[in-house]
């Protein structure tokens, strides 16, 4: 059946890593807004959860890295980073192997996948599913696009790819529901960590909201790394997305600037 | 080719618990397993943060390896920042900056 929910939040690991330094006021708020996108998609009752992210090298190395892979492993577990450090304890989370394997071969059809039958989940899932599936209780689909190391898959194929992802999604009974998760504009893991471009992250939302696929296929990866620093290449997982919730627009449920957690932190929902 | 090696062993020690034991308890012998230049080497034994950085190892390689020696947050931040002023600019990689900063 068709998607039964489909929405972007962030990832950063200060998110609970460093939860203790950042404005109450606003992260308690920030949190609130995951909370609410949780009951949505408890809301939805999802057979399965895939979760679009841009992992930070956990599993994927430049001695064979895919541009996009998807998992179908049995269950997975993270994080792969110390708990302390990132301030979540270490879960094991079901997967779906029938049903990923069955979406691989379909999408497919249309754009080239990896896959993964092992696959340790670092801060890029752990952090959206510590707020989203608080009892580790969804079977998830981990779904990754190479953002961090390029060369990386153009914007167009990431479209193309959200797109496969929800007519295969839409040729099967089970109830899926998809988020994206990454940037958008921030410079993480630099001297310049903390430093987060809003008017450039609340340009891209509003062309993300309204799902303007030619708008954010127009991003040109050097002006994004120039403006939006080299996390703002993570604007491939929305974008993604928004393939998959092509046709419909989005409701922005949380934005707002939170330096020590190094990224404009986001939660929106497309209105399916 | 290098630069390479010097990611593969920090990507491995975050994954793997036998390399971890062996960073732990022969550091030099597990080093000899990768071709690493001096520099690369040294950078890695001190540890030097900022030069490994200035090196362009992948920040969120490098935010890994700098916690697992012990870097608090803001000690991190600063290696990044003392290596920039000490060795210059990213010489290479995603993580190079636009001119003029």
Known sequence: MSLVFAGVCSHAPGITGRKDRADPAVRDAFYAAYDRMRQALEAARP???????AEHFANFFMNNMPALCVGM???????????AWLGIKRTRFPGATQLSMELIQDVMNDVDLAYAQEWKFDHGIMVPLHFLTPRADVPIIPVNINCQGPPLIPLKRCYEFGRALRRACAARPERIAVIGTGGISHWPATPDSGKINEAWDRAFLEKFLANRRDELLAYKDEETWREAGQGGLEIRTFIA???AAEGHTGELWFYAPIPIFAVGCTVAVMKL | MSLYNVQKLMFQLNRDPGIRKRFDAEFDSLLADYELTEEEQIALRDPDIGLLY???????????????????????????????????PVRTGLYTRAAGR
Not at chain 1, 73 to 83: K, L, M, S, W
Not at chain 2, 55 to 83: K, S
Request: aromatic content about 10%.
């Open chain 1, 47 to 53: 057979d399965a959860l895939v979760v679009i992210g």
């Open chain 1, 73 to 83: 492993a049995e269950h997975y577990e993270g994080p792969i980073e110390d708990e």
């Open chain 1, 241 to 243: 997305l928004a393939g």
């Open chain 2, 54 to 88: 200035v090196m362009g190892v992948n920040g969120q390689i490098l935010m890994h390896y700098a916690a697992l020696r012990g870097f608090e947050w803001n000690a991190y931040i600063e290696a990044m920042r003392e290596g920039e002023r000490k060795y210059g």
